[in-house]
């Protein structure tokens, strides 16, 4: 079936320095795909998106890059803060059930100050 | 607009009992999902409903019931419960037709045992 695979699982960063987050799809019919932030206690939080007709997209210190031939996607958060401290889950498409999505298993990024 | 709203934030239940999860949304869209989130994970896919009336089955939907008489909730019914169901429970929705971004509700955090 579906799969989405998230490296790396832990991500320990200093503040200032850059993250990345890097997601593997399977279905080639994908075609959106999202990146949520979860903080403790709490729903997850629709950060960026991408769909398949673009290349890249940025929203300030946030950017999603998508390769679709090779089907990965990345997260890159430049100037981190301890506020971006989270875990992070990308997402993908299902292409049989209307927009919803395949999640990867989230990748807990902290930011030491 | 307060959003996706789901209730109880907390139950726990005893082997063999039933309880309804609900959920809400007050931004008339019409495609609605429950999610389960094990520690560690990502999100699964329970159900999904594209509007009311109609329901399909998620990644695993074996334990569970959903209904969808009205745009606005989509209650997830648990019969007869079992420890593999102790989880957290999102409720997300999206409006397709403008943009596949869904918005997911606070959680509730089952436990039974």
């Known amino acids: 079936g579906e799969n989405v695979e998230q490296h790396p699982s832990t991500l320990s960063v200093q503040e200032g320095d850059s993250a990345v987050i890097k997601c593997t799809y399977s279905?080639?019919?994908?075609?959106?795909f999202p990146w949520y932030k979860q903080e403790l206690g709490k729903g997850p939080q629709l950060i960026i998106d991408?769909?398949?007709?673009?290349g890249e997209k940025k929203d300030q210190r946030i950017a999603v890059t998508l390769n679709k031939t090779a089907k990965h996607f990345s997260l890159h958060i430049t100037e981190t803060q301890p506020e971006d401290s989270a875990v992070y889950f990308c997402?993908?498409?299902?292409?049989?059930?209307?927009?919803?999505?395949?999640f990867g298993k989230g990748t807990t990024l902290s930011v030491s100050s | 607009n307060a959003g996706v709203t789901q209730t109880p934030k907390f139950r726990i239940l005893k082997i063999g009992q039933s309880m309804t999860l609900q959920c809400t949304q007050d931004?008339?869209?019409?495609?609605m999902y429950w999610y389960r989130q094990d520690p560690g994970m990502g999100l699964k896919l329970i159900y999904y409903?594209?509007?009311?009336?109609?329901?399909d089955k998620g990644e695993v939907p074996n334990g569970y019931n959903v209904s969808r008489s009205t745009t606005e909730d989509f209650p997830l019914r648990l019969e007869l419960a079992a420890p593999s169901q102790t989880s957290v429970y999102f409720c997300?929705?999206?409006?397709?037709?403008?943009?596949?971004?869904?918005?997911f509700g606070p959680g509730t955090r089952l436990t039974v045992t």
């Open positions: 997300a929705s999206s409006y397709s037709d403008r943009g596949p971004e869904q918005y």
């Open positions: 279905d080639s019919a994908s075609n959106y």
């Open positions: 991408i769909r398949s007709n673009v």
């Open positions: 997402a993908a498409s299902i292409r049989q059930a209307g927009t919803a999505l395949i």
């Open positions: 931004m008339n869209h019409n495609y």
């Open positions: 409903s594209v509007g009311a009336g109609i329901t």
